[in-house]
């Protein structure tokens, strides 16, 4: 915690004296963090406040929609259900946001003079300021009142509305602590950096839920859903509430205990891997025993597959930046995964056709566009081995196959999982064919591009992709190439629609070998293109990737 943004946490007052409880010391410290962090820049307030009224607005209409519910026949099956949606984004977000609130890592107090339990919950009174609880509040105060029927269930609401809270919480800063050291390495910064696509996912599932429920019949669907999770904290406690309006006392005692326990038992693991936390050495500040191992990648795994050479290095070096650079990583995870879930999602809703199936080639095809900002200010090494056009072009076809090795077999995969749900097999060799011409043009375009228009790619910031003053020539690149993409494909989409207008669809296994020649082609007429562009312009291009 730094000196600038965070007062000086003191050390906790002995018993009886007259000074602060540590909770007060707590809850002051969160909102001086909260204030300090929004004096920064304007830009951060303006996002924070921005993100907070729409959370709120989102949260108010979510409270309406509950009271409206009151009465309806269905509103138990809809609460405990959203009670347990919320519980498990509480249980996920601090996994991707661990950077969100400085006051989830606890490693910052294992200094100070303080003892895990008051610790605790201190900690869990500090943990109710902010956005998150107080959205929470109102989704939970909104299911209370959507439930309660009569005098004992709105007393029993009284105490679910606060333990449901607690439960939601609890549960993040449980998790948040036993994997604090995971979300400080570089791979807890991954899966920050992935969380769009959490979010991006999450919202195809959602979706595809709701489509599904209208097909079913509406809310009756979830019922026997609902009948299992009212019995799964924290949606027990509004389990319970509904248990006490139809005078099942017994069930609604057993339902209410199982949310008590389940808090008690997240405390209590909270305070042991806190207790671990503030005993145990990191492991990575400890000398391994033993002589040290020496890493090397050659003569190892994938490595032995690939050939040698300047080929074999510059296609290992591209694989292992998509393995390990986080922003290449998240670039390159996102476009397998929407590649994927276009196509099968529009199949699964009966609404597609296998020709998404090229959604996949080109979502992949898009990694080969400015192969030489990847680098960053590291080309400066490759661009030390660069002294002919035959080197350029040996450099450019080592990157494009190494991405091959993911983009060939992945598109293949996608095209037959496509064929497989709508059952069209008929259409499967020109669907493949389609897709091998078009990563063929985007290998292609993508290769010009990178030597016409490369641009730096910031590593000092999550979500910046392109350095100030270089956006117009991330346009060009991305979109200019992908314009050119699709007009080095035309031809054998062209061909495709001329077999089936002419009934002629017996023929349209030829597209298959046509489609994967005329790619094979293109990209290797791109990369003859693009090569001597590198090395004429190898002094622009590595002023241009070092920027920002």
């Known amino acids: 915690m730094s000196a600038t943004s965070a007062p000086v946490l003191p050390a906790a007052p002995a018993a009886g004296a007259g000074g602060p409880s540590l909770t007060s010391v707590l809850v002051r410290l969160k909102l001086s963090l909260l204030r300090n962090g929004l004096r920064q820049s304007g830009g951060r307030t303006a996002a924070y406040v921005t993100s907070a009224v729409f959370a709120l607005l989102f949260a108010a209409g979510l409270f309406l929609g509950l009271v409206l519910l009151r009465g309806n026949d269905h509103a138990g099956t809809v609460v405990v259900l959203a009670t347990a949606v919320l519980a ?61 029927q009569g005098a004992a269930a709105v007393a029993v609401s ?60 509406g809310l009756p669907a979830l019922d026997p859903a609902a009948a299992v999770v009212r019995w799964l904290p924290p949606a027990s406690a509004f389990g319970a509430v509904s248990s006490v309006g139809e005078g099942a006392y017994g069930r609604a005692a057993a339902q209410l205990l ?59 070096r591209t694989l292992r930046y998509v393995w390990r650079d986080p922003k290449t990583k998240a670039a390159w995870v996102t476009s397998l ?44 090494m490759v661009a030390l081995t660069i002294s002919s056009t035959r080197d350029a072009y040996l450099e450019l076809r080592a990157r494009a196959l190494a991405m091959l090795l993911i983009t060939l077999p992945y598109s293949a995969l996608v095209t037959v999982a496509t064929a ?38 910031p590593q000092d910031s999550g979500y910046k992709n392109v350095a100030p003053g270089q956006a117009g020539l991330a346009w060009i690149s991305i979109f200019g190439g992908m314009l050119g993409g699709a007009l080095i494909c035309a031809p054998v989409v062209a061909l495709t629609v001329w077999i089936h207008a002419s009934d002629a669809e017996h023929w ?27 090395a004429a312009r190898l002094p622009e291009i590595l002023t241009a990737v070092s920027k920002g």
């Open 337 to 380: 995964a929407i590649g994927l879930i276009v196509p099968l999602f529009n199949a699964l809703q009966g609404a597609g056709t296998i020709y998404f199936a090229c959604f996949a080639a080109g979502m992949l095809g898009i990694q080969m566009y400015n192969q030489f900002g990847q680098d960053t200010s590291a080309f400066w």
């Open 158 to 217: 009284v105490v679910a509305v606060p333990l449901t809270l607690l439960v939601c919480v609890a549960l993040a800063r449980a998790v948040a602590t036993a994997n604090v050291r995971l979300l400080t390495s570089r791979k807890g910064r991954d899966l920050a950096v992935l969380s769009g696509l959490v979010v991006a996912v999450g919202f195809q599932v959602v979706n595809f839920g709701a489509q599904r429920l209208s097909e079913a019949g």
């Open 258 to 316: 199982l949310s008590v326990g389940a808090l008690a038992g997240l405390l209590y693991w909270w305070q042991r891997s806190l207790v671990k936390l503030m005993t145990a050495p990191d492991s990575s500040t400890i000398a391994a025993s033993g002589p040290a191992r020496q890493e090397s990648s050659a003569g190892t795994g994938l490595a032995r597959l690939l050939p040698d050479g300047r080929t074999g290095a510059a296609m290992w």
């Open 88 to 148: 498990l984004g509480w249980a996920v977000m601090p996994l991707f946001f661990p950077s969100g609130d400085e006051t989830l890592d606890p490693t910052r107090l294992v200094m100070l003079p303080l003892r895990p339990r008051p610790l605790i919950g201190a900690l869990l009174m500090s943990s109710l300021v902010g956005v998150g609880p107080l959205f929470t509040l109102c989704l939970v105060a909104g299911s209370a009142v959507a439930t309660a």
């Open 508 to 534: 349209s296994w030829l597209l298959l070998p046509l489609g994967a020649v005329y790619g094979a082609l293109a990209a290797a007429g791109g990369l003859r293109l693009a090569a001597p562009q590198t």
């Open 420 to 457: 497989a749900l709508l059952g069209d097999w008929r259409a499967l060799p020109e669907a493949l064919g389609l897709s091998f011409a078009l990563l063929g043009a985007m290998l292609a375009t993508g290769a010009v591009s990178s030597a016409r228009f490369p641009y730096s790619i």
